[in-house]
């Protein structure tokens, strides 16, 4: 019998440099209209959308981990058994309270007008 393949693939295929900036080159076009004579907003704009990028692809890799591990996993340690919150969902919670926090940031630092369309499309998007 042929083994059956997962239909989500691992944390290591989903984690990587190429995905990252897919998720950045995403998010830089939804705020490529933003123009400011300082440059250091703009260097902090772009910091953020770094790390927004990051925080989304690795929320992702957590997310299949989940998926394919479930919520609980069983340790077993000499001869006891312990189940345990898997690892995944932490690190999913803490990436989805500063991915929150830090779309907050990036919608704020867009003109008033821009504000209401980009949170329209984000909400789309599935960000929100």
């Known amino acids: 019998m042929a083994e059956k393949k997962n239909t989500i693939p691992g944390n290591s295929e989903i984690l990587t440099e190429q995905n990252v900036k897919k998720e950045y080159n995403a998010l830089r076009r939804m705020f490529r209209s933003v123009k400011d004579d300082d440059p250091d907003k703009m260097k902090l704009l772009e910091r ?11 929320m992702k890799a957590a997310r299949a981990d989940m998926i394919i591990h479930g919520l609980q996993t069983t340790t077993k340690n000499a001869s006891q058994k312990f189940v345990k919150e898997n690892p995944a969902v932490q690190t999913y919670d803490k990436y989805a309270r500063s991915y929150a926090s830090n779309m907050k940031t990036l919608i704020d630092m867009l003109p008033p007008k821009q504000k209401k369309e980009v949170s329209r499309v984000m909400q789309l998007r599935g960000d929100m």
Do not use: D, G, H, L
Request: glycine share 0%.
């Open 48 to 58: 953020i959308i770094e790390e927004v990028a990051f925080q989304k692809v690795a």
